[in-house]
């Protein structure tokens, strides 16, 4: 079941998180758009009475913050002990197969499944609820509401950044490095140059005019 919730606050908080009883996850994604790579998706669970403000002061909209402030939200996130964390992948055959919308649930799906313990109710950002094994609550621009939703796309975000990284080592000349498989022209231009790898996604249009 689900129930969407929109909230009209523009800073991470617990505000959502602490109209509920037992473990809350907070849900987002990250790849949605590029050409190459998986989509990534994180679910994160942050225990109220146990996070430190200074973890707390870290957490905001991934999109919001600078590479090197993700990257210490990340590590703050990895080292505390008031957080549980479940990443999960769509690879891009699988988005190919089921569409991009489809394969970004099957991630969260993933991310839950691979969290530590079962929350009683997932926060996601978004407007779309996915399928899962607890409550839904959909959050529009969750990630800057919910410490737990921001805290999960700072996860997804970075982890998904380091998949690409290192796909570019493996695959280079398409600048995944930086764009992370994103349509830029450097990008485009390779994929004229060089043709698609594996980790193209091939049901996306500029693949489909290329092929």
Not at 153 to 176: C, E, F, N, Q
Request: with cysteine; proline share 9%.
């Amino acid at each position: 079941m689900f129930r969407p919730l929109q909230q009209p606050h523009a800073m991470p908080s617990f505000r959502i998180e602490s109209r509920h009883e037992g473990p809350v996850a907070g849900i987002d994604e990250a790849g949605r758009g590029p050409l190459a790579g998986p989509v990534l998706a994180a679910a994160v669970i942050l225990d109220r009475t146990r996070a430190k403000r200074s973890l707390l002061r870290l957490l905001d909209d991934s999109k919001k913050l600078e590479p090197e402030e993700r990257e210490r939200a990340y590590r703050a996130l990895r080292r505390s002990e008031a957080v549980l964390i479940g990443v999960g992948a769509a690879s891009a055959r699988e988005i190919d197969r089921f569409n991009i919308l489809q394969a970004s649930f099957l991630a969260m799906r993933r991310a839950v499944a691979a969290l530590p313990a079962p929350p009683n109710l997932a926060l996601v950002d978004g407007n779309r609820p996915p399928r899962l094994p607890c409550t839904v609550e959909i959050v529009v621009s969750g990630d800057s509401l919910s410490y737990s939703i921001a805290a999960a796309s700072i996860v997804a975000k970075v982890t998904r950044d380091r998949i690409m990284r290192l796909l570019d080592v493996r695959h280079p000349g398409y600048g995944w490095a930086t764009n992370v498989g994103y349509s830029v022209p450097e990008h485009l231009a390779a994929l004229e140059a060089l043709g698609p790898t594996p980790h193209h996604r091939f049901s996306f249009a500029p693949l489909g005019r290329l092929l």
